[in-house]
Nanobody, 120 residues
Framework: VQLVESGGGLVQTGGSLRLSCAAS????????MGWYRQTPGKQRELVAG????????NYADSVKGRFTISRDSAKNTMYLHMNSLKPEDTAVYYC??????????????WGQGAQVAVSS
């Protein structure tokens, strides 16, 4: 599985951005996709995730009500719609996917990262 991110950039407080993550390769094996973010000196944290099949989602408390994760299976693309952005949302955002092989081995894949900067 290969993941290519797009979107991100600089926005003012209260603004909106959309991140995209296009998956290619063995996308049929993907069971979970999500967005993590990381700031210098801190661990990468899960922002939002979405499961294949039922499409259940989960969010970090800090983004609930402001961010929305979605997935277009026909395009093999996942999105993160970010509204009401705050300076503390500034980070590098990484797309991730978990895929399970026929031998029931789970692999984790990462995108290249997209910088999101929110100015106050």
């Amino acid at each position: 599985v290969q993941l290519v991110e797009s979107g991100g950039g600089l926005v003012q407080t209260g603004g909106s951005l959309r991140l995209s993550c296009a998956a290619s390769g063995s996308t049929y094996s993907i069971t979970f996709m999500g967005w993590y973010r990381q700031t210098p000196g801190k661990q990468r944290e899960l922002v939002a995730g979405i499961r294949s099949g039922g499409g259940s989602t989960n969010y970090a408390d800090s983004v609930k009500g402001r961010f929305t994760i979605s997935r277009d299976s026909a395009k093999n693309t996942m999105y993160l719609h970010m509204n009401s952005l705050k300076p503390e949302d500034t980070a590098v955002y990484y797309c991730t996917a978990e895929a399970t092989s026929r031998l029931e081995v789970t692999y984790v894949y990462w995108g290249q990262g997209a910088q999101v900067a929110v100015s106050s």
